[in-house]
């Protein structure tokens, strides 16, 4: 099989480089080997939450000089990041996905645990709020499913409570719910999603209105809408007080939305998505790649011009560990990693990890080696790329969306 460009990896990365290839004209595949960071994701994309050992709120984009010279957002440059940038709400909305933030200003999403935490895009069905305002609620109901364990009201309460809202908690139950409760295993959010729909939201709304009453607005988990976001509304206007949602312990119905959207777009367009398959290897000629297999075709190879490597750092199993090295397991592209074993890592937990920014090294085309060798038609993006920690930064979908689409406008011309 034969195609324009092939993209290795179905996360965040992979999926938004293949809807702009998929998008202009290109005969394009993404080969997925199945769950990614999307599967644990928050609702919301950072973008820059902290540089030089400070809290970013505003223009998170001028404040790009504090962080290494490799580091990926210096190597892309913050107008083309703006233009690249810019473009992902419009994508998100064509793949049925409603966002609220701005470029310019972070804000502040709500963690599971009751941090307020810099943001640049949250769904618009989550708990979001302007950096350095008062909130804007005094009392709020925290209201959970009867007997669901992934949700921490308490811990919400006392974050809230901080900031002078004054918190109700209650637990609401409806008996379209029932089957799964038999099992506590079976009480997940993903599994929730799955039954409240259509009438049973209309008695979880009925559920949701006894314990509102006098309140400014609900904060409920995000148990509703694994595949659109209709069950979100439907319930919201079942309620009378505005109803928000926060994510809970993974799977994340949120992020499992983000990725079936985002996957569909991609088929909408045109493209070929080969799910459950894993990319074992290809072959080179001269310095470049001109077929991958797969262990789902065989020895039926994958031909194309170009091809793009997502697949995640250790999370993803773009990058793997074994007691003595730390290799790319598809190809053996080269890494920054230093040293032996006891260097990888410091004992504090706390402190930075060597690990975090481990990564394919590539030339500022964000183009891979092997053995020192750059190879010509091979691109690697998001989380597999070295030269960042995006949890201490808190960028890790800002340079997965801008590594992604950089490469995609850099391959269609
Ligand atoms: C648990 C977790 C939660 C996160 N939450 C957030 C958040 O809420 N907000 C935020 O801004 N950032 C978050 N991040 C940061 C995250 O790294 C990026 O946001 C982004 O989602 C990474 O996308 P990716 O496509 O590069 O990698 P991944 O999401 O890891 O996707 C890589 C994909 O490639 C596949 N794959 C691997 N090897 C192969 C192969 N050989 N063949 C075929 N497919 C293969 C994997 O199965 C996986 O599906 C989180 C990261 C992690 C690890």
Redesign the pocket.
């Known amino acids: 099989m034969r195609f324009d460009t092939i993209i ?7 999926l938004v480089s293949a809807i702009e290839c998929a998008r202009a004209g290109q005969k394009t595949a993404v ?8 599967h ?3 609702g ?3 973008l820059l939450g902290q540089a030089g050992g400070e809290t970013v709120i505003d223009r998170p984009l001028d404040s790009l000089d504090t962080l290494p010279e490799n580091h990926p957002y210096r190597r892309i440059g913050s107008e083309r990041l703006r233009t690249l940038l810019s473009k992902v709400p419009g994508m998100l909305s064509d793949a049925g996905l409603k966002s609220a933030g701005s470029l310019d200003r972070n804000h502040l999403r709500l963690t599971p645990l009751g941090f307020l935490k810099p943001a640049w895009l949250t769904l618009g069905d989550y708990v979001a709020f302007e950096a350095g305002k008062p909130l804007p609620w005094k009392k709020v109901a925290l209201v959970n499913i009867y007997s669901y364990l992934d949700f921490y009201p308490r811990f919400l309460a006392y974050g809230l409570e901080k900031r002078g809202v004054e918190c109700k908690m209650a637990a609401v139950n409806i008996p379209d719910l029932d089957t799964l409760r038999k099992s506590t295993t079976e009480m997940r959010a993903t599994n929730m999603s799955r039954f409240l729909t259509d009438s049973a939201v209309d008695r979880l709304a009925a559920e949701v209105n006894k314990v509102a009453k006098g309140m400014d607005a609900v904060i409920m988990p995000a148990v509703l809408g694994i595949y659109s976001d209709a069950p979100v509304e439907c319930l919201r206007k079942g309620v009378d007080v505005p109803v928000w949602f926060v994510p809970t312990t993974p799977a994340s119905v949120p992020g499992v939305r983000c990725q079936l959207s985002l996957r569909d777009l991609f088929i909408r367009l045109g493209g070929e998505f080969l799910p459950g ?3 074992k290897g290809g072959e080179f000629e001269k310095n470049r790649l001109r077929r991958v297999y797969t262990v789902n075709l065989g020895d039926m190879p994958l031909e194309g011009d170009n091809f793009i490597i ?4 250790f ?4 990058l793997i560990a074994d007691i003595e090295r730390i290799y790319e397991p ?1 190809f053996g592209l080269d890494l920054n990693v230093k040293g032996g074993r006891t260097e990888w890592y410091r004992k504090d937990f706390y402190a930075p990890q060597p690990y975090m920014e481990y990564g394919v090294t590539t030339d500022k085309e964000f183009r891979p080696s092997r053995k020192g060798e750059t190879i010509e038609n091979l691109y690697a ?4 790329l070295a030269g960042f920690n ?1 949890l201490k930064e808190g960028s ?2 800002g340079i ?1 969306l801008a590594t992604a689409l950089h490469v995609a406008s850099r391959i269609t011309g």
């Open positions: 290795i990896g179905g996360g965040l990365s992979g080969v997925s080997a199945g769950q990614s960071a999307l644990f994701w928050s919301s994309f950072e398959d894993i990319v997502s697949t995640g750092s999370f993803g199993h773009g598809v993006t998001g989380a597999l995006a890790g979908a997965t």
